[in-house]
Structure formats: C-alpha cells, structure tokens
C-alpha cells in the first residue's frame, strides 16, 4: 500500500505564496508519477499540475501556469506545490495522486490519493 499525505496549506493573502508538501511512506516507488488536484465548494475536482518520476517534464493547468511549480525529491519520497502569486479563486481543497501515467491530467488515471489540505486566499 502507499498512503500520502499533504501539508502546508493555511489562509494567505491575495498575492502571497504557500508551498504545499505531499510525503509517501509504504510501498513506495519512485517510478511513480505525481500530479496535483483541487476541489472547490460546489465545483468538480480539477487538475492543477503533474510531474514524471525523474521530475525533468512537467505539465500545468492553464489557469495556475506561470504560478505554479510541482517539484519532487525522490530521496525523500515528497512531492511539492510552489504556489504564488494567489488569487480568491485558488481557494479549495488540494489533494495529492500518484499513479503509473506520466504526466495525467485525468483523475480516474491515478491510483492513490491523499487525504487534501485546505488552502484558503483571502480577498
């Protein structure tokens, strides 16, 4: 089994940054692709950014590129979400995923998933 779990969400301020943690313990691989989620109250989980299993090629959503950066570091098994310049509507639940599909953008295409952090932008 692999469980991940995220951290590092919290309330910031319009134009502020947060950096989100997701950390891999069990059966861990690091072959594994990992891609960023979110889910905002009354909307669909969406997807924000992916990145392969030697982290040399990733991929973003077009409403966070530019502002965004999804790194990983295999040696200690985490994955990261460099968020800056934050807007109102970044606010949502962001959720980690990993699975065998280099850089999906699909949901259904990963296999485990963490249990999210919240991530709150105030106006």
């Known amino acids: 089994q692999v469980q991940l779990v995220e951290s590092g969400g919290g309330l910031v301020q319009a134009g502020g940054s947060l950096r989100l943690s997701c950390a891999a313990s069990?059966?861990?691989?690091?072959?594994?692709?990992m891609g960023w989620f979110r889910q905002a109250p009354g909307k669909e989980r969406e997807f924000v950014a992916a990145?392969?299993?030697?982290?040399?090629?990733?991929t973003y959503a077009d409403a966070v590129k530019g502002r965004f950066t999804i790194s990983r570091d295999n040696a200690k098994n985490t994955v990261s979400l460099q968020m800056n310049s934050l807007k109102p509507e970044d606010t949502a639940v962001y959720y980690c995923?990993?699975?065998?599909?280099?850089?999906?953008?699909?949901?259904?295409?990963?296999?485990?998933w963490g249990q999210g952090t919240q991530v709150t932008v105030s106006s």
């Open positions: 995923a990993a699975g065998r599909i280099s850089l999906a953008n699909r949901g259904d295409l990963y296999e485990y």
């Open positions: 069990g059966r861990t691989r690091s072959t594994y692709a």
């Open positions: 990145v392969n299993w030697s982290g040399g090629s990733t």
